[in-house]
């Protein structure tokens, strides 16, 4: 049977040699630890458009403001010339005080790694991927949807470990069995032992926050100066949208400024619930905030590293509901691009699903969210790969499955070329027509690595697959993610700096650790 | 919880109207009907890149050339200027022949429908979209795989007339339980009469070909001369790669381009099984063949409606079986389309899977081929709907699943616009910090029709969906196309007309059909 039923020549035949495969799977994923997206930029809107968006959000800034909670952020604020109404905590600042923050906030940066080959550059046409963060419930195929508990937070951050198209760590689930004092203790303290790529930090209190930074300072053997003058952390600050910004994210951007460390601020804006129910007001409200958290970052320290973070999806209509993975939400992705290369700031979007298992839904949806961030040039994305159930379950599956959607993207990031090897025009002379390449020297030299090699996608025929238990894609992937974890084996670390890590962490809990602000 | 686990504040909240789709589904379709591409093409060449690829396609179509196994389309081309060699039954046209044949081959044309608002234009920024083509079997979540049944062909091209965004209609599934002399005639037949889209003709030998085209005719009511003029079905000729056009794809395309009716011609070149173990390669021999297709279409009557057809995939590097929506595949996709705005003409892609089942992996290589074509611009996509299991299997729930990705394009292809409405100042004015647009004016007056209405993708919480049974996407599926054929309702057609078809069906059948030649 050919493509489309006319001609009726098997295609099952094998190269001539078993191709099982003797590279190891770490030498052929080396390539995905640093991505570089060699599209070109999609637009949705005119400059003229864009123009328009990023002037009617400065002009509510100016006449509307943000809430702060914060009255020390909003001390601050007023300090550095904002309008400040103590009454409504509402902060308003003029678009001269946002362009000078856009003045100072930097186009590209760099997040050191514990592991100086996995550090990771921020902007400049690069690509950096984080796992998905903050969900409450972790899933998988066999025992079903749970609480999260410290060892799934530990499996998912060894996965994050495993493999290399993963460049950040990420709170992939919440550690329910972990005491919220002390769990922000346990979550650094298993970043820096488990793995050696950067580390995220919650935004729940000062306290915590420094904590967190003293570990990770301790872990690079950093002195307190070397700490702020070098990215060693991020987090994401998420306004309140509307036009509000509450405690604990107000004063994470200062603490993070402070210490020269990496926020990504998002609103999360869902266009017909927290935002205007048509998209481009949906990115407007959006960029408005994401503007005020970037400048009260650059307040605070001019030149500290900031992300502009979109994360502008719709609700469903019927329900309210929130969707992802919508064509609105992939040319909110489009538009966002567009109003990070105005204010020349990295780009933040997200591989998002509403869907509850990984399924197909899981997958289209995922793709039609990482190509609006491909296309439109995001330069960091969270939620890479784990999240399912808009963000409120941690899969192990959708995990495996996404590492395969992110290693085809890194893999069609690499050029073809046209040379003569290439074309081959020797190849086609040497086969006969009718005939096969299969033993063509042409294909001899090349066949083990000419295609990517997947990790989940079968392409078995349907009575071996039946064989096998007819498994779906999610099935496989159980196989993958268990193997992968077997497998696994801990950076090494140098034992001193090892042991001050954890003797701080022992005496922070001691301590009773620290409450989280909310 | 907030997206990133920072916030606590519920998003499920509903918006004040019940909002109960009054809209009939399909009004809310007809924008489906012809898609403009807004995307700028995709490029993995530089233009001397593309260049060197066709001069080499020319040049080798001149040294090495094709074998053409009719003997009669071997004497035309000899006649045409083409050298020929009996021996090996090898055809070498130089490239003068071949220039000559892009000039006459039209840029864009319109393949009329029964109903005129259906027609289809080919070219010129539209994509016009068909169902899977050419399966043996078919398969269901419930039934399971077997063999395809002229039912279930009737059933697809029921499902391809319901469903707007398929705009031609296709041999979905090899109905097994019709004999194959008259396969032709209840095939048409069955097109003719439960459709009003644009129908498919099979190249399988002369006799079969012109029954159909007679029936098309009828069902036109046109006469001979008429049907010449007009575009009114189309087919697929696959060259048997490498470089050989068989009997039936040879006819056919002389058929085809006597009759004026539209072929795709399309090699279908696997690198490293029938092509080169290069994509570039792979497309080098592809263009290769379809330039010869091209040509032979043009020195029958020149002006014959042509597509240039690429279905460039590769091979499982391990088992050597074939694999689709790869990342080479979707380079081959941009790679396919920058060689068919060289030689201007129409370009024809797919919708691919090697998954046996309507699971993730269908649905990530699915948008892998759909972001490939679109983004290269492909102005006909076959395999739109339906196509599983490396074309080997029709699945009626993958049909949903692909409907719902393409209507998804559909709304991609919608511009956002930003105007005072679509930015949307006063609804962010009206809402306080921390408030919601669910009762915003402008919110109240747009959210009925302001996003994508999926067709199967849920949006239920967990709870909701674990009560309802946990179904996947694809056994959600299950209900909508049992849905839609149980609403489905045939065209009107003039009875006269009807009868004349039917009747010409039913003098073939009785005088034995035609035997399908191969």
Redesign the interface.
């Known amino acids: 049977?050919?493509?489309?039923?006319?001609?009726?020549?098997s295609?099952?035949?094998?190269?001539p040699v078993a191709?099982?495969?003797t590279t190891d799977d770490l030498d052929l994923f080396t390539r995905y630890s640093r991505l570089r997206n060699p599209?070109?930029p999609?637009r949705?809107?005119?400059d003229d458009?864009?123009e328009?968006?990023h002037l009617?959000a400065l002009?509510?800034l100016e006449t509307?403001g943000?809430?702060v909670l914060s009255g020390s952020v909003r001390a601050l604020l007023a300090a550095a010339g904002a309008q400040v109404d103590e009454g409504s905590q509402?902060v308003r600042v003029d678009p001269a005080l946002v362009g000078k923050a856009l003045e100072t906030a930097p186009h590209e940066f760099t997040v050191r790694a514990l592991d100086p080959v996995r550090s990771v550059p921020i902007g400049a046409g690069h690509l950096a991927i984080a796992p998905v963060?903050?969900?409450?419930n972790v899933v998988d195929v066999r025992k079903g949807?749970r609480p999260g508990t410290m060892e799934d937070l530990r499996n998912f951050i060894r996965l994050s470990q495993t493999f290399d198209v993963i460049h950040l760590l990420g709170?992939c689930v919440?550690p329910q069995d972990v005491e919220v004092n002390i769990r922000h203790l346990e979550f650094t303290l298993a970043q820096l032992t488990l793995a050696d790529k950067p580390p995220w930090v919650?935004?729940r209190g000062r306290q915590q926050i420094r904590d967190c930074f003293e570990m990770i300072r301790l872990a690079h053997g950093l002195d307190e100066g070397e700490f702020r003058n070098h990215v060693c952390a991020y987090t994401?600050?998420?306004t309140?949208s509307?036009?509000?910004l509450?405690i604990?994210?107000a004063e994470g951007i200062v603490e993070f400024a402070n210490a020269g460390q990496m926020t990504i601020v998002?609103p999360?804006t869902?266009?017909?619930?927290?935002?205007?129910?048509?998209?481009?007001?949906a990115l407007?409200?959006a960029h408005?905030e994401a503007l005020f958290g970037i400048t009260l970052a650059q307040l605070v320290r001019p030149g500290a590293p900031v992300v502009y973070g979109t994360?502008t999806s719709?609700?469903?209509?019927?329900?309210?509901?929130?969707?992802f993975g919508?064509?609105?939400f992939?040319?909110a992705c489009f538009?966002a691009g567009q109003l990070a290369r105005r204010i020349g700031i990295p780009w933040r979007s997200?591989s998002a699903t509403?869907?509850?298992?990984?399924?197909?839904?899981?997958?289209?949806?995922?793709?039609?969210s990482l190509?609006g961030a491909v296309?439109a040039r995001c330069d960091f994305l969270?939620h890479g790969a784990g999240w399912l159930?808009?963000?409120?379950?941690a899969s192990y599956e959708k995990f495996i499955?996404d590492i395969?959607?992110l290693q085809?993207?890194a893999?069609?990031f690499?050029?073809?070329?046209?040379g003569a090897?290439?074309?081959?025009?020797m190849?086609?002379?040497e086969?006969?027509?009718?005939?096969?390449?299969?033993a063509?020297a042409?294909?001899m030299q090349?066949?083990?690595?000419?295609?990517?090699?997947?990790l989940?996608?079968?392409?078995?025929?349907?009575g071996q697959?039946q064989e096998g238990g007819?498994p779906?894609?999610?099935e496989r992937a159980v196989g993958v993610w268990e193997r992968k974890l077997r497998e696994y084996q801990a950076p090494r670390r140098d034992s001193a700096i090892l042991e001050a890590v954890t003797d701080y962490a022992e005496r922070r809990r001691t301590e009773g650790g620290a409450a989280p602000v909310?």
């Open positions: 049977m050919d493509e489309d039923g006319n001609a009726r020549r295609r099952r035949r094998r190269p191709g099982k495969g599209f070109p999609m949705v809107y005119s458009e864009v328009n968006i009617t002009q509510l509307l943000m809430r509402v963060a903050g969900p409450p949807r709170p919440e919650f935004c994401v600050v998420n309140n509307p036009r509000q509450d604990p994210m998002t999360f869902l266009a017909g619930a927290m935002a205007p129910v048509t998209v481009t007001g407007t409200l408005m994360f719709n609700v469903d209509m019927k329900s309210g509901a929130p969707a919508t064509p609105e992939t040319k538009g997200s509403a869907s509850n298992s990984p399924d197909a839904q899981a997958a289209y949806e995922a793709e039609m190509w296309l969270l159930e808009g963000g409120l379950s499955l395969e959607m085809m993207f893999e069609l690499q050029p073809l070329g046209a090897d290439e074309i081959a025009a190849a086609i002379e086969v006969a027509p009718g005939g096969h390449f299969f063509a042409h294909t090349r066949y083990r690595t000419a295609f990517y090699s997947p989940v996608s079968a392409r078995q025929n349907y697959w007819s779906s894609a999610a909310s």
